[in-house]
């Protein structure tokens, strides 16, 4: 059988080193995108349609465009902006957490508002205040259905974080590619990369079923 | 659970023993399994000047270079582009493509995997700096953030200069993104194949940028065609390569697109 474990075990520290880089880079950019994506939920819920605008002009932007060319905007335009020069790590977060966030907001919106209005209706007539109704009676509920939507944002996002190999953020990717430079083979590198997410993804999996009984 | 998890699992395993499978039974056909009139060649046409798409033609240094070889061997021969990882997988195998003409280095590591023709061009890496860096040598690299393209030899030279997992080593999926980090301010350098990085300075003179050659340091390697283990066209082609350095035709398209003579004593001496 032509398959050189020997180069797998070679590169395994490096690879390693690139898992936690990618889950690192996913969780925080999970965190500040739903942040930010709930924030843009709330907003694109607004009564009044030009206060409501500028967030669907944000989602439709970021859920119409490539991540690919995202992740360059962001790493060759956005940042050396603020920070004068391009930064792999800044960028990787930057441009995830920014995709993220226009998918989170669309579970948050979808969330609240698959709550019958009924129940709305009913927490106000007991006399709560609207944002009572909302924290106490609908997000409740709402975050219920928006777990298994949230898993699936997650899971996206890890696999999505191996386009950061194109900035050389040096995530499970970028290592396999360089394994694949030195010998000039490419099952060794890509198999070994998929079995990698295949594993943060199933164990991630995992974890989300015993959030979502748990919830 | 505990039975849905194995499951899964072995589900797993099974997908990654017929992948092995499959690249393993494509070895099975080593060698090409043509009927020996016509070459099928693969290239990475994304290397410009050495080959490079014009529109919808490739042309290039390796592309003239390739057709002057098919012509003193009286072969027949297509020159497709398919991309790196496709002419890699499928040279390797030799059932679609038996051959990869792509500026591709000779080196140890990768002959335990291909055949090599013998050397036909002579490259070396070169350094590229803004100019005014402080940057004069390969030496003046360390520490510094260097920019390479992934899975070329300048990536393995800077590796061993300053470690495979130092973070200051950048690697991109091409030289253009790498340049572009040089632009951008995320490395001080980059290095690259000697005939990209001035073609690159040429083509973006507004930019003030130099090339540092560093002999010392940079040894000379050299580009080779690629063949499946154990391929016949090796023996085939090798006289043909030898005869069109050794009659001129050679430098006469070395000339045309690098303005210079080339040295072909060199070449015939490298191993």
Same mark, same amino acid.
């Not at chain 2, 495979?164 to 080593?169: M, R």
């Not at chain 2, 283990?229 to 016949?232: A, D, L, V």
């Given at each position: 059988m032509d398959f050189r474990f020997d180069i797998i075990v070679h590169y395994l520290p490096v690879l390693l080193k690139g898992t936690l880089f990618t889950i690192g880079v996913s969780l925080v950019s999970i965190l500040c995108g739903s942040l930010l994506g709930l924030v843009i939920g709330f907003g694109k819920m607004a009564p009044k349609w030009y206060f409501r605008w500028p967030f669907h002009a944000y989602i439709n932007i970021f859920r119409g465009t490539p991540l690919y060319v995202q992740i360059l905007i962001v790493h060759f335009g956005l940042i050396p902006l603020f920070y004068g020069k391009t930064y792999a790590l800044m960028s990787a977060f930057v441009a995830l957490s920014l995709n993220s966030a226009a998918y989170s907001a669309e579970i948050f919106r979808a969330g609240i508002q698959s709550i019958d209005p009924g129940q709305r209706e009913a927490a106000l007539s007991l006399g709560m205040t609207r944002r009572q109704a909302m924290r106490f009676i609908i997000l409740p509920q709402a975050i219920k259905r928006m777990v298994p939507a949230f898993g699936n944002e997650f899971i996206v996002l890890v696999k999505d974080s191996s386009l950061l190999a194109l900035i050389a953020a040096p995530e499970i990717m970028y290592w396999s590619n360089t394994m694949k430079g030195q010998?000039?083979?490419?099952?060794e590198p890509y198999l070994t990369a998929a079995l990698i997410y295949f594993i943060l993804t199933y164990s991630l999996s995992k974890l989300l079923n015993y959030i979502e009984r748990k919830v | 659970m505990g039975i849905r998890k194995t499951w899964a699992m072995s589900g797993m395993v099974a997908l990654l023993v017929l992948a092995i499978a499959g690249c393993g039974s494509g @070895? @099975?056909?080593?060698? /090409?399994?043509?009927?020996?009139k016509s070459l099928k060649i693969a290239t990475d046409? %994304?290397?410009?000047?050495m080959e490079y798409m014009d529109t919808d033609t490739i042309k290039g240094f390796d592309i003239d270079f390739i057709k002057a070889v098919m012509e003193e061997a009286g072969v027949d021969y297509t020159v497709t582009n398919t991309g790196w990882d496709t002419m890699l997988t499928s040279v390797k195998q /030799?059932?679609?493509?038996?051959a990869g003409v792509s500026s591709v280095s000779i080196t140890d590591e990768r002959k335990e995997t291909y055949d090599y023709s013998i050397p036909y061009f002579e490259s070396t890496n070169m350094i590229m700096v803004k100019?005014? %860096?402080?940057? +004069?040598? %390969?030496?003046?690299? +360390?520490g510094k953030k260097v920019a390479v393209q992934a899975a070329t030899t300048a990536d393995e030279l800077m590796s061993g200069i300053m470690g495979?997992? @130092? /973070? @200051?080593?950048k690697r991109f999926d091409s030289n253009a993104v790498a340049l572009m980090e040089l632009n951008g301010g995320g490395a001080d350098a980059v290095v690259a194949d000697i005939a990209i990085v001035n073609e690159y300075i040429k083509n973006n003179p507004k930019e003030k940028l130099t090339g540092i050659i560093d002999k010392e340091n940079f040894g000379s390697e050299y580009y080779g065609i690629l063949y499946p +283990? /154990? %391929?016949?066209w090796k023996e085939k082609l090798d006289p043909a390569i030898k005869k069109v350095i050794e009659n001129g035709k050679y430098a006469e398209i070395y000339k045309e697109w690098f303005g210079e003579e080339p040295d072909t004593a060199a070449l015939m001496n490298a191993k």
């Open positions: 010998y000039l083979r490419i099952w | @070895n @099975n056909a080593e060698g /090409g399994s043509s009927d020996g046409a %994304s290397y410009a000047p /030799g059932t679609e493509y038996q100019e005014g %860096s402080e940057i +004069k040598s %390969s030496l003046d690299l +360390k495979v997992d @130092n /973070g @200051n080593l +283990k /154990g %391929s016949e």
